[in-house]
């Protein structure tokens, strides 16, 4: 069964940085590289919301609010996923969630949490 593991959350100071990951566990190299990867994140009081996405072809997405400043990538042969939070500011926090898709759903992980103080 997959398991998606996400690390590298914090507190940060606003305008900082932050580089999440996201480990893909019990999933066949070839068949991670076939999935389009997203990153979701949750503020407190609010609905979960897409932020970045990126498919096999290493084509990326990224909602209106963190274009720019949130490139997202991918390393195949670790099968991994990354998110690279740059000039972070108060509204970034949140917990922030990696997913997959696994047959007709979504598998999430645990999520990793992402404090950005003023």
């Known amino acids: 069964q997959l398991q998606l593991s996400e690390s590298g959350g914090g507190l940060v100071q606003g305008g900082g940085s932050l580089r999440l990951s996201c480990k893909a566990n019990r999933m066949i190299t070839s068949v991670f590289n076939t999935k389009t990867a997203n990153w979701y994140r949750q503020a407190p009081g609010k609905q979960r919301e897409l932020v970045a996405s990126?498919?096999?072809?290493?084509?990326?997405k990224y909602s209106d609010a963190v274009k720019g400043r949130f490139p997202i990538s991918r390393d195949n042969s670790q099968k991994k996923v990354h998110l690279q939070m740059n000039n972070l500011h108060g509204a970034d926090t949140g917990v922030y969630y990696c997913t997959l898709p696994v047959g007709a759903t979504d598998s999430w992980g645990q999520g990793t949490q992402v404090t950005v103080s003023s």
């Open positions: 990126i498919n096999s072809d290493r084509i990326a």
